[in-house]
């Protein structure tokens, strides 16, 4: 079973952030950092946004700029070496989108995450031939090759070992707008494995299951997303699209996405509720 450890991802964007902190402490912009360095004003921000990995010894420039002690540059060498390491996701990374791996690498340090999904069940609760079907379903317009399919059906099957089943997983609510229990990926089998699948994991302790029952009132207009929630970090909200994704991470923006999940979460059906009508559309699957 694999073991929960530092996500390199989370680590890079942490260092950017304490290195802002301390240029702003220091009543510097951006700008005026960079001219006292020498370097350009991009470089200080792409350092900041974890666009671009510092070394070690722009970390003593910097550190020499903010006049800071040596407890908190072990800090920040601290978070360098972390940054440096590699995830587990890297080793998908030439079959996946980069937007997508950015999110496994923040995923893999959260500590709750809150999942929306009006058109499938969400990739942390697929069975391996519903991934299978719902990966090939894009192929034509992705573009995805045989090995492709394969790859990413791997790191969707990886990415629910790392996340659900570490020593100490993260807590995941997901709700299932009712009509992706009815659309069919692939035989009527693979739907019903799927769906008894759903039954299965719904009783793990960490993991909340509901559905949004279609005579419903649906409190909010919106697509799917998946809200991360971290120890030391702030919140981030993914938006997956068709050739890419977007991070949500202005406060405010965040705040109005956890609004729309409590609204949506309010009109689904309890858990128990929600097993008996995943249980019901299993046995429709079993026609």
């Given amino acids: 079973m694999p073991s929960q450890q530092g996500s390199p991802t989370v680590r890079r964007l942490r260092l950017g952030q304490e290195l802002r902190i301390l240029r702003e402490r220091r009543k510097l912009t951006g ?34 700029l903010y006049r800071i002690d040596g407890g908190k540059l072990d800090e920040l060498f601290g978070l360098l070496r972390d940054a440096e390491q590699r995830g587990w996701w890297e080793d998908y990374e030439d079959t996946l989108p980069e937007e997508y791996t950015r999110f496994l690498g923040l ?28 990966i090939l379903a894009t192929r034509g317009i992705a573009r995805i090759t045989h090995s492709g399919v394969r790859s990413r059906v791997e790191a969707r099957l990886d990415r629910q070992q790392r996340v659900l089943h570490r020593a100490d997983p993260c807590s995941v609510v997901a709700v299932l707008d009712e ?13 019903r494995e799927q769906m008894e699948h759903l039954l299965e994991i719904s009783m793990l302790p960490h993991v909340s299951v509901r559905v949004l029952p ?13 809200h991360l929630k971290f120890s030391a970090f702030d919140d981030v909200v993914y938006l997956e ?47």
């Fill in 31 to 64: 700008a005026k950092a960079a001219r006292e360095l020498g370097w350009s004003a991009s470089k200080v921000s792409r350092i900041e946004a974890a666009k671009t990995m510092p070394v070690a010894d722009d970390i003593k420039a910097l550190a020499e």
């Fill in 214 to 226: 279609l005579d419903s009132l649906h409190p909010v207009n919106t697509g799917a997303f998946i």
């Fill in 241 to 287: 699209q068709l050739y890419t994704a977007d991070f949500v991470e202005d406060l405010e923006r965040v705040a109005g996405y956890e609004i729309a999940f409590d609204h949506i979460q309010s009109e689904a059906l309890g858990e128990d509720e929600s097993r008996v009508l995943i249980q019901r559309k299993a046995m429709r699957w079993r026609r």
């Fill in 179 to 191: 009509s992706v229990l009815m659309r069919r990926f692939g035989e009527s089998a693979v739907m």
């Fill in 107 to 134: 995923e893999a340090e959260a500590t709750f995450q809150r999942d929306w999904e009006p058109q499938v069940v969400p990739g942390l609760l697929q069975t391996e031939d519903y991934a299978r079907e719902v």
